[in-house]
């Protein structure tokens, strides 16, 4: 069972960054789709950005797209995913989750929770204005 521990949260003013960490527990050779997901109370969880651990293709949802960038690190065989948030605006406001999957998943699915194992607890993002 592969756990997912975000961290990188906090609060910040509109065009402020954060950098988000998510950390799986064990190895995880075998983790080929890794995302972020953000979710505000009330509504559905919203994909922002997403990565493919093999070839590195990258994957980020119109309304961050030039503002929040989707790494990896996996020198460590622990893989890490990283998700760099600058020019933050209110909007941005919600708690943001880290999903991993061990299958490839399709660019088309990329932003669909459903096709994603593995949770993250979440990490609170607040922009105020």
């Known amino acids: 069972q592969v756990q997912l521990v975000e961290s990188g949260g906090g609060s910040v003013q509109t065009g402020g960054s954060l950098r988000l960490s998510c950390t799986a527990s064990?190895?995880?050779?075998?983790?080929?789709?890794l995302a972020w997901f953000r979710q505000v109370s009330g509504k559905e969880r919203e994909g922002v950005a997403a990565?493919?651990?093999?070839?590195?293709?990258?994957?980020?949802a119109t309304s961050v797209k030039g503002r929040f960038t989707i790494s990896q690190d996996t020198a460590t065989a622990k893989n890490t995913v990283y998700l760099q948030m600058n020019s933050l605006k209110p909007e941005d406001t919600a708690m943001y989750y880290c999903?991993?999957?061990?299958?490839?998943?399709?660019?088309?699915?990329?932003?669909?929770?459903?096709?994603?194992?593995?949770w993250g607890q979440g990490t609170q993002v607040t922009v105020s204005s």
């Open positions: 999903a991993a999957e061990g299958r490839w998943i399709a660019p088309s699915f990329a932003f669909r929770p459903s096709e994603y194992t593995y």
């Open positions: 064990e190895y995880t050779y075998s983790i080929n789709s």
């Open positions: 990565i493919y651990t093999g070839g590195g293709s990258t994957y980020y």
